[in-house]
């Protein structure tokens, strides 16, 4: 008799247990609203940027990984102070370094200047003509940062990958996987080789690797 109620009793708790466990609360997950300011910056729109860090949070396949984007634009001078431009003035530049010029040189292409290192730099008309871009004398473009921002690295983003001299012009799609393994190894994703897309809610949805010279 004693047994079978030990028997009976282990069954109950087995239930109970049982019906504990089907009747546990399933969790929601709640994000905040996307900023309407960020989507206004971002939305639908593509920009030049570099990536300045990452992070993650979480284990193997409920890892979750942000992403720090810092926008660059192209570093641009007002005309009239290239155009006027003279020995020992002063340029400042946007990332924060400053020449001063010790040699100018116009022609019809730009106005080429160097520095005391005889380091030179390249001014060209920007497309608009509104403008003087920037290069250096090894044809390195130069930019200025605008605004950085962290937005969360989603495994459905789009990666594509023109960075082979051999393919130029013929991005190849790859996986969230390969995206994550070059940022992981420290692959230097800069302005002049990398451009990023957000839709119109600003989500980060389109990762573009380009092939340069300097990457």
Known sequence: MKKWAAILCAMLMICLAAAAFAEAPVSNLYKPMASETFKALVGGKSFEARISGWGSYGEDEDAKYELTITFCERTRFAPEAIDNLAEHDILNFGDGSSIMVMEVTRD??????????????????????????????????LYTDVFMVTVPLEKDIRFLDGSDPEKLGEPVQRTFNDLLALIQDGTNFFPYNTKVTFDEDGKLVEFLYSYSPWN
């Open 108 to 141: 019809e292409t730009g106005v080429t200047v160097k520095d005391g290192y005889n380091t030179g730099y390249s001014f060209f008309k920007a497309e608009d003509g509104a403008a003087y871009i920037v290069t250096t004398d090894t044809d390195n473009p």
